[in-house]
């Protein structure tokens, strides 16, 4: 859904229950935040004027695309784009792996 547009139903404080959409092609990223403008709490001393009602996203990712077949691989990578060009490699280099941690 992060990649390919959504929708979802929120229902707003006053009862009123409010259509979310988002359109295919805009990447929603993790923790991002996007606001619908004049649905948030009403604003001090005018009550009939609202703010914004702000949502913030809680993408996850698959871990690893490793389950995935080739061929389907490849038809993600043309879908979202090329990658960039490798770096040139100078000639004394030592190469080294990623590990995860444990953020704690």
Do not use: W
């Amino acid at each position: 859904q992060a990649l390919c547009g959504f929708s979802f139903v929120i229902e707003h404080l006053d009862k009123r229950k409010l259509l979310v959409k988002q359109d295919p092609g805009i990447v929603i990223e993790p923790g991002c935040v996007r606001a619908i403008v004049n649905e948030g709490m009403p604003r001090q001393r005018n009550p009939y004027e609202r703010g914004n009602l702000f949502i913030k996203f809680d993408v996850e990712f698959p871990k690893d695309l490793n389950s995935l077949e080739t061929n389907k691989l490849a038809l993600l990578e043309k879908i979202l784009g090329s990658r960039p060009p490798p770096p040139t490699i100078p000639t004394e280099h030592e190469e080294v792996n990623l590990d995860e941690l444990d953020p704690h």
